[in-house]
């Protein structure tokens, strides 16, 4: 007698509210040779420091080989997190070791920070559009988010008093090159949103995986950097910052960090411990060895000029290529450009015409809430070459020019 699985029966009920990425599967079914892909978030392979890094596997094997192959502590590396603290601290806002958790890459801190602060119905504050994964992360927890607008300024600070009757636990933002617009929060709504907060008793998650890849413009302080001035004792204000090396040295180190309160810390150490006891030992010397050695400080100029050059390319090709009615957004750093389409046009109806010619972008309906954004699409251009934005874009308005045709006949 056979036996069957009834699944529906069997599965958790908050797997209903789990769904694959959509820019991972993009990502995925764009691998065809004559398909530019715009889609993924990924960094230029050329530059990851393949040399450097068999220079500090050789460090790492002459000096600490017992204990980078051994387990290590949930929070991580003692020298790892002396060395993230001290990248944040500032004269009179010192950053302790003990307010840095490892984690493995910032999609975990994410991950881990909706497991220990989101009960089902708690709203959540976010920037619409916000990054994807991050709304992937927290629906099956339950998460009821709040879509605020955002403009070139980043996330509409004007509007809160609008939301203030939504009770937000958590607000969540990107300050910096956000994904996906690559705006930037002005640093008049950093400090209007963090009185909010403090106002409101929300709590504050700001995510900085793009940070360090600024191309124009001055550098603004990090909302944790501001909110010292806010609160008294830096070891317990109410934001988290999340950081990761996975934009400046290798997405596939898989490591990343939080700077946490102290009371929360602990809490988000033992999730961590129950997922998985603790970001691989040996990553984190070989990240490790690589700081001590200067990598990321001599690299940085090279990687910050390269994708300059490309998003450069990119907002020229999207200025000679794209029809009349069609806008886009002109980050200063990160990795991304959001177009906006005539209001009339659907991006998924556009990638399908895209794929026939050829190239492929990231349909930007997922990025928002409320249904909203299905004329809009991201695009990435650090990983592509000169060569393939401007052949890309050109097929991207060409397809643009096919489906605009369709729709009028």
Do not use: C
Request: charged share 20%; proline share 5%; no cysteine.
């Amino acid at each position: 007698m056979k036996h069957t699985v009834t699944w529906s029966t069997l599965l958790a009920q908050r797997t209903q509210q789990m769904q694959r990425s959509s820019v991972r599967e993009f990502v995925r079914l764009t691998q065809r040779p004559d398909v530019i892909s715009f889609a993924g978030g990924l960094p230029e392979p050329g530059l990851f420091p393949v040399t450097e890094l068999a220079s500090a596997a050789e460090s790492v094997w002459s000096h600490s080989a017992a204990s980078a192959l051994q387990y290590g502590e949930s929070e991580g590396l003692a020298a790892l997190r002396d060395w993230i603290a001290a990248r944040h601290s500032r004269p009179g806002a010192e950053i302790r070791r003990e307010q840095v958790l490892i984690t493995s890459g910032a999609q975990q801190a994410l991950s881990l920070l909706g497991q220990v602060l989101v009960d089902a119905g708690d709203q959540v504050l976010v920037e619409n559009p916000t990054y994807l994964a991050l709304l992937n992360a927290w629906r099956p927890m339950g998460a009821d988010f709040v879509g605020l607008p955002t403009d070139a300024e980043g996330l509409r600070t004007d509007l809160l008093a609008e939301a203030e009757s939504s009770r937000a636990k958590l607000a969540y933002v990107i300050p910096n090159f956000q994904n996906p617009q690559g705006t930037t929060l002005s640093l008049r709504r950093r400090v209007a949103l963090l009185e909010w907060a403090a106002r409101q008793g929300t709590f504050l998650i700001e995510d900085n995986p793009y940070g360090e890849l600024r191309y124009d413009g001055t550098e603004v302080p990090h909302m944790l950097e501001l909110a010292v001035e806010l609160f008294e004792a830096p070891g317990n204000i109410p934001i988290v910052h999340v950081g990761t090396f996975s934009k400046v040295l290798s997405p596939g180190l898989r490591v990343g960090w939080m700077v946490a309160p102290l009371p929360l810390l602990d809490k988000l150490v033992q999730a961590k411990q129950s997922a998985d006891l603790h970001t691989s030992s040996l990553n984190q010397h070989l990240v490790l060895a690589l700081l001590q050695q200067g990598v990321l400080e001599r690299l940085l100029p090279k990687w910050r000029a390269l994708y300059r050059e490309r998003r450069d390319a990119m907002l020229a090709a999207l200025h000679e290529h794209a029809p009349a009615g069609t806008t886009w957004t002109r980050p200063a750093g990160g990795m991304f450009i959001m177009v906006t389409l005539p209001s009339e046009l659907n991006a998924r109806s556009l990638l399908a015409k895209a794929l026939e010619h050829g190239v492929a972008f990231v349909p930007g309906d997922e990025f928002h809430l409320n249904n909203a954004g299905q004329n809009t699409l991201r695009l990435n251009f650090t990983n592509v070459t000169h060569a393939q934005i401007r052949e890309g874009i050109a097929r991207l308005g060409h397809a643009l020019r096919a489906v605009a045709k369709g729709r009028s006949r």
